[in-house]
């Protein structure tokens, strides 16, 4: 590609008065190679700015929708107007298999407290009472989460009193969370808020034992489209005890015994990093950050694991399960690379996937061109070695960051020293670390957080790439302009894309979407009349 980033840049930016410019400026960087192997800054987890159409969410999407969602048998109540749930009703595409037709699974259902005018002028503390308590009669749950919703907060209803109230009325745990939309930038305070939800709540309630060898447990994992199912297929045939994932097809006993693993693997390091930090404090569990989107990536996270827990036998295992699974990879792959080889794809997604995706964009031979987060932050970008100096902003002060200490019982260090420093030593190994997604990208790629709808439409213009990679919220406009738009959140319909088996899937829907000629014949009204473009007044 002969076009210059740095120039693209400045075009993606020069509509905006000149505060919003500059600050677009710092959330935009073009990737460099440096000797010290260090990556450009770039702003990240900042407050979008009035007048912008992100892609980005709320703080009640990233801790209700996004992290305990997907668990099965906690019974999620939304206290708030009937919007917040509606909207939130089945709209992520996170399966979970119940272990018998009679097991509780309450993923279809959404309830919540349905506030009027009445509860918000007078306090809605009583009907989020009288909710529970219907809810519990109704469906006699193990544990009900409570998640506020902005008016929540701006009126001062105290769900955690009610939650403690109701906990001790009806014997079974209740909780409440402080996730009001308005509590953080994005939907990653969220995460971050539901993370201490789960640690102060749940994990560590269940003491049941586990005789297996090798016990992990699968984080930042939410089997979107069935991706968990394929993995815990993997790990089981390579003989490793799967007891929780956080949070796809878990249940709540399943992650009250997480605690009993012995290494905690982070799929997603942005929503659940906290978690893993957290249990290793606690627990004396370590955590190291794997890869399994990408069936190079799955191999190599496979290896590392066998590497952690250094066993022959284990090791032996992993690579004939590679080794089946890569044989028949291949034969697609072969394939679809030949069609796809040189094309070229923008990913902007979430706080996870931008990365992970560019992995198998690159079995194919197809070139990542432009990537960002919606709501990552610098570490997910540039690597965790800059956590110790960010900032902390007014937004993130915000959020309660848990003082963990050793639990005096169970704080039982997995490793030796010895064996730590051992496997530290392994080169590629990412243990307790994240090297983030700009070291992997190719030398004057852009790098842009939250972007735009503005800069979506610009990026496309410029570059025409073969597929954009976004949510449905872009989805349709970016196709009314002739380009394939693959939605990397809850795949369209498609997936599992996780492990090999996922791999293929992948590799041959974009097969089809990249090599269809159907794109060049969209011809949108504003291609002979375009609109009239607005004006900044003020600057
Ligand atoms: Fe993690 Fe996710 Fe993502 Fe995320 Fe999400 Fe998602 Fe995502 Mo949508 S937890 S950060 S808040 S990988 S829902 S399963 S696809 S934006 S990139």
Redesign the pocket.
């Given at each position: 590609m002969s076009i210059d980033p740095r120039v693209v840049k400045d075009e993606l930016i020069q509509i905006y008065p000149k505060k919003l410019r500059q600050k677009r400026s710092e959330q935009i960087v073009v990737t460099e190679h440096r000797e010290d192997s260090s990556v450009p800054e770039i702003k990240a987890n900042v407050r979008s700015s009035p007048g912008i159409i992100t892609q980005r969410?709320c703080t009640y999407a990233?801790c209700k929708?996004?992290?305990i969602g997907p668990s099965r048998d906690i019974l999620s109540l939304v206290h708030g107007p009937i919007g917040c749930s509606f909207y939130a009703w089945l709209t992520?595409r996170n399966q979970t298999r119940p272990e018998s037709p009679e097991a509780q699974n309450f993923i279809n259902y959404c309830l919540s407290t349905d506030m009027q005018d009445e509860n918000i002028v007078f306090g809605g503390e009583k009907k989020l009472k009288v909710a529970v308590r219907e809810a519990f009669q109704l469906f006699h749950p193990k544990a009900i989460a409570i998640f506020s919703t902005c008016p929540v907060g701006l009126i001062g209803d105290d769900v955690h009193a009610v939650a403690r109230e109701m906990k001790a009325e009806l014997g079974i745990n209740v909780f409440g969370f402080s996730c009001e939309g308005y509590r953080g930038v994005s939907?990653s305070a969220g995460?971050h808020i539901a993370n201490n939800g789960l640690f102060k709540h749940i994990i560590g309630l269940n003491e049941t034992p586990h005789d297996e060898k090798f016990k992990v447990n699968l984080l930042?994992e939410?089997n979107?489209g069935g991706d968990g199912f394929v993995l815990e297929n993997i790990l089981t045939r390579c003989g490793i005890k799967q007891i929780s994932t956080f949070s796809g097809n878990s249940t709540y006993d399943t992650m009250a015994n997480s605690h009993t693993a012995d290494l905690n693997l982070v799929?997603?390091h942005?929503?659940i990093n906290y978690v893993a930090e957290m249990m290793e404090k606690r627990f004396g569990i370590p955590w190291m950050k794997v890869n399994f989107i990408g069936a190079d990536s799955s191999a190599k996270s496979l290896r590392k694991i066998a590497e952690y827990f250094d066993d022959a036998e284990l090791t032996a295992r992993v690579e004939e399960v590679i080794a089946e699974e890569m044989a028949i990879v291949e034969a697609t792959r072969a394939t679809v690379k030949a069609r796809c080889q040189g094309k070229t794809a923008m990913l902007f997604?979430?706080?996870?996937?931008?990365h992970h995706y560019q992995m198998l964009f690159t079995e194919i031979g197809m070139k990542t061109i432009a990537a960002g987060?919606?709501?990552g932050h610098r570490d997910d970008y540039e690597g965790r070695k800059v956590l110790p100096g960010l900032k902390v902003d007014a937004d993130s002060r915000n959020i309660e960051e848990i003082e963990v200490v050793p639990d005096p019982e169970r704080y039982r260090p997995r490793r030796t020293p010895e064996q730590l420093a051992k496997i530290e030593g392994l080169t590629e190994m990412e243990f307790r670390d994240y090297i983030g997604m700009m070291p992997e990208m190719d030398e004057d790629t852009l790098v842009i957080d939250d972007l735009s709808h503005h800069e979506t439409e610009r990026l496309l213009e410029i570059y025409r790439p073969d597929i954009f990679c976004a949510?449905i919220k872009e989805k349709y406009a970016v196709q009314k302009m002739g380009i394939p738009c693959k939605q990397?959140?809850s795949y369209d319909y498609g997936g599992p894309y996780a492990g090999f088996k996922g791999a293929i899937n992948f590799f041959n829907d974009i097969d089809r979407m990249v090599n269809m000629k159907i794109w060049s014949y969209v011809n949108p009204p504003w291609q002979a009349k375009p609109e009239q473009r607005a004006e900044v007044a003020a600057d």
């Open positions: 969410g990233g929708g996004v992290v992520r939907q995460h930042g939410y979107i799929m997603c942005r929503s997604v979430g706080g996870s996937r931008a987060y919606e709501f949510g990397l959140h």
